[in-house]
């Protein structure tokens, strides 16, 4: 097999390149270094930001590759797996990552499909044998309560959904630089049985939970709407976001883009207080990559606690706020 | 319309609890139930078909105790189910499931839509739909939060993505993979059920669907489980019990000062 380099599909919102591009540049350079390959990076998009695209480098790719058009503004199913899938053929990249967001989680199968090869979602590990160039990855499966390591040790490129900040970042090299290459596709492959007519930002909630590095979150013990007030109290004052328990939105206190488990969203904040959250399974399977995990609840036995760096056990009606009013006092400057 | 669900059966994981020592869930007493993300696109269909005629088709890949999930689907309001079993189908992978049922959808044609669930909640790749959409070059979208307006030859669709909500229009016949906003799943009827006994199910094989038999199963899997590891999840974290308000003082300060040591505040 001739397939070289290691790939990794940026993403761009109105032209500026987003942070989980920078993260699979991280991922990509590990793999890259120890095959001893280039790290390619493949930016879709319209007019995408030149200094944005130049920080790439600095980030820790090789080479870019970047399609412009107007078809490519937004994504779009179609245009982007044509685009994409018309690169691999002409490149034949080793191995191709995205991250497991709602574009990368769309793309990739389709574009595994059409390859055709493996693909793994939503890696919290990725590592590769050096000599093979096999590509080893570790996701958890079955509610989180097992890790996979899974290979596609006979198609090529591998190719693997990485979770959104599961990991940060380099540190920018602004000293590296690299090749741009510009190229074109052909129009047929930007047709698009999907329009998009309008685009809604979410307001409420401010911050998307997937990117917060502070979440707090509530669970069905706040017994009505009015109480559950207090998450918010809470996140205001730290800066954080709101998350909730599948309960909590089955009562209608939080929205679906607000639950944090296996049916909903998965996190992984700096820190994450879980009150009156009991910890299922798949509540945990959200939190588990989380860096500090901090429960009030008021059941010794709560599985939450289990996950916990710090508990308290105690009733939230008493121990929220007692938190709010020490919050308050200790963050005055 | 006629509308094709295609649907998994998974173990139902909800209220197990986890072994704290081992990491590993307590299987006693799980049963087998629909994919509780599956039920949205089951209910979005029925809810079609109500407004606009036509019908609902189940389909699963499975063991024969699958038939539990389409019978399931039929007391919702499905109207038919396809159950796709074969020794020669077990250990597929997304590739290897999104390609038996792309064939299986294929003889079922023509349809108009195809709804599936975000994804399931053992596997958790949400792979499957738009892999069934790559083989049967279908339009599609993923993460549909609400069916806004339906016209003969499209649909007009909202997708909730990380920072907001797209407005799509989408040609028929197309694939959508949808979220729970979507709607609330009505529970199975007693007329439901009474259909669910009395339906005849096709149990097709790799040879009803015409099936390359390189690519079934495991052996037409791309990808390979090397390793299945049980991770530590428990952490040991500092638990305090306070009896009384003083107690309780000192185990808020104890957060804070947690807090502090973390640079969260």
Known sequence: MSCKNVWILGEQEDGRIKLVTHELL????????????????VMLGEKIDR????????YGADKVIVVENPGLLHFLPEPYVNTVFHLIKKYEPEIMIASATTTGRTVMPALAVKCPTGLTADCT?????????????????????ILATIKTPMHRPQMATVRPHSNKPLDPDSSRSGEIVYETVDNSLLKSRIRRLEFRKNTEGGANIQDAEIIIAGGKGFKKTENFQMVHDVANLLKGAVGASRDAVDLGWATYPQQIGLSGKTVSPKFYLAVAISGSVQHLAGIKTAENIVAINSDPDAQIFQVANYGIVADLFEAMPLLIEKLKNRLKP | MKIIVPIKQVPETSNVKMDPVTGTMVREGVE???NPLDLYAIEAGVQLKEKFGGKVIAVTMGPAKAELAIKEAVAMGCDDGVLLSHKAFAGADTWATSYVLALAIKKLMPFDLILCGERATDGDTGQVGPGIAAWLDLPFATYISAIRET???????????????????IELPCLLTVVKELNYPRLPTLKGKIAARNMTMPVWGPEEVEAIPENLGLKGSPTRVVKIATPQVARFGEIVKPKDEHE??????????YMEKHAII
């Open chain 2, 32 to 34: 087998p139930i629909i």
């Open chain 2, 248 to 257: 309780l003082e000192k185990a808020v300060d104890g957060l804070l000062d």
């Open chain 1, 26 to 41: 991280k991922r990509g350079r590990a793999l890259a270094d120890k095959r001893q390959v280039e790290l390619v990076a």
């Open chain 1, 51 to 58: 200094d944005d695209l130049q920080k790439l480098f600095h």
């Open chain 2, 151 to 169: 016209t003969a030859n499209e649909l007009v669709v909202e997708r909730m993505v990380e920072t907001g909500y797209e407005q799509l229009a």
């Open chain 1, 125 to 145: 590990e990725l590592d590769i044998d050096p000599e093979s160039g096999n590509l080893i990855q570790t996701r958890p499966a079955i509610g989180g309560n």
